[in-house]
């Protein structure tokens, strides 16, 4: 798939494209009846499988900033990386990140940062590579950049019970055992343009990346949004939002910021960027 790309003042974001999957409406935004949707899958039809399903990308972005390189979020992963969740999710088909990622004229040892939005298992699927018994960072000179809140929800025995099959053990927790995972609690610059900050709801540690550079802004924001619908219908409560009013009132409160900024805005699940606009005094995704 042809990366797209977005240059915000310095900053250079490119979308690495890592897998897809349809997911129906019932089993993503259960409480919402079938006939809301309609206005939606009119005005978004790249949004939608059918008439009936979200169409789920998995992204994940390369930014190049002020001599660093940085990627946002890992993807599904393949079947040695994330096997629980390629099979569960991603129907057995392993993720393309990695050759999306030579496409655009990097290796993974480029990446300097790897910077994860939250820590739910479709979001770290190519953090470590295994080899036998032996594991590896996938990005062997990165440090890997989470919330503390993320770690101390999902770093449970229990943790395979939250979506019914385990996935920590295998992506996450080995990035401590290799001594490459820094966990933050606020708001936190990585590069004099690029800032990550809370955006708690969908997980508490979830969080966002504010680019801002040359008088212009970004905000990459992870799953505060799944889907462009949700820039319109913000109490719209998306089935694994851990805090549904948290959520809501997370999406409002970016929505302020981008629209009044005129930022671009990505979202982890939706291709490409967008933007806020209003029509008849209610707020709606405009692609770029
Ligand atoms: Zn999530
Ligand atoms: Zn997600």
Same mark, same amino acid.
């Given at each position: 798939?042809?990366?797209?790309?977005? /240059?915000?003042?310095?900053?250079?974001?490119?979308?690495?494209?890592?897998?897809?999957?349809?997911?129906?409406?019932?089993?993503?935004?259960?409480?919402?009846?079938?006939?809301? =949707?309609?206005?939606?899958?009119?005005?978004?039809?790249?949004?939608?499988?059918?008439?009936?399903?979200? *169409?789920?990308?998995?992204?994940?972005?390369?930014?190049?900033?002020?001599?660093?390189?940085?990627?946002?979020? /890992?993807?599904?992963?393949?079947?040695?990386?994330? &096997?629980?969740?390629?099979?569960?999710?991603?129907?057995? $088909? %392993?993720?393309?990140?990695?050759?999306?990622?030579?496409?655009?004229?990097?290796?993974?040892?480029? $990446?300097?940062?790897?910077?994860?939005?939250?820590?739910?298992?479709?979001?770290?699927?190519?953090?470590?590579?295994?080899?036998?018994?032996?594991?590896?960072?996938?990005?062997?000179?990165?440090?890997?950049?989470?919330?503390?809140?993320? =770690?101390?929800?999902?770093?449970? &025995?229990?943790?395979?019970?939250?979506?019914?099959?385990?996935?920590?053990?295998?992506?996450?927790?080995?990035? *401590?055992?290799?001594?490459?995972? %820094?966990?933050?609690?606020?708001?936190?610059?990585? /590069?004099?343009?690029?800032?990550?900050?809370?955006?708690?709801?969908?997980?508490?540690?979830? @969080?966002? @990346?504010?680019?801002?550079?040359?008088?212009?802004?970004?905000?990459?924001?992870? %799953?505060?949004?799944?889907?462009?619908?949700?820039? /319109?219908?913000?109490? =719209?409560?998306?089935?694994?939002? @851990?805090? &549904?009013?948290?959520?809501?009132?997370?999406? *409002?409160?970016?929505?302020?910021?981008?629209?009044?900024?005129?930022?671009? $805005?990505?979202?982890?699940?939706?291709?490409?960027?967008? *933007?806020?606009?209003?029509?008849?005094?209610?707020?709606?995704?405009?692609?770029?």
């Amino acid at each position: 798939m042809p990366h797209s790309t977005l /240059t915000v003042g310095n900053v250079e974001i490119t979308v690495l494209h890592d897998s897809e999957v349809a997911l129906p409406f019932n089993r993503t935004f259960p409480d919402v009846p079938l006939e809301s =949707w309609t206005p939606y899958l009119e005005r978004y039809p790249d949004a939608y499988s059918g008439a009936d399903s979200l *169409r789920v990308h998995f992204e994940c972005y390369l930014l190049r900033s002020q001599g660093r390189t940085l990627l946002v979020d /890992t993807g599904l992963g393949n079947a040695s990386s994330n &096997p629980a969740v390629v099979a569960n999710i991603g129907g057995g $088909i %392993d993720g393309v990140l990695l050759t999306e990622l030579q496409a655009a004229g990097f290796q993974a040892s480029d $990446i300097d940062t790897v910077f994860l939005s939250h820590l739910h298992p479709d979001h770290v699927g190519w953090n470590v590579t295994r080899n036998g018994v032996n594991e590896s960072p996938t990005f062997p000179n990165a440090r890997y950049v989470a919330h503390e809140a993320d =770690w101390a929800a999902f770093d449970t &025995p229990l943790d395979s019970q939250i979506f019914g099959y385990d996935w920590w053990a295998e992506t996450v927790a080995p990035l *401590r055992r290799l001594g490459v995972l %820094d966990l933050i609690t606020g708001e936190t610059e990585l /590069t004099g343009e690029l800032t990550v900050t809370p955006t708690p709801g969908h997980t508490p540690g979830s @969080m966002s @990346m504010i680019v801002n550079s040359g008088g212009e802004k970004a905000y990459m924001m992870g %799953d505060v949004f799944h889907g462009p619908a949700q820039v /319109t219908e913000t109490d =719209w409560v998306f089935h694994y939002d @851990m805090d &549904p009013d948290q959520a809501g009132q997370t999406r *409002r409160n970016m929505l302020d910021r981008a629209e009044s900024e005129s930022a671009a $805005i990505a979202i982890c699940h939706h291709s490409g960027f967008g *933007r806020v606009i209003r029509e008849s005094g209610k707020r709606y995704w405009q692609a770029l």
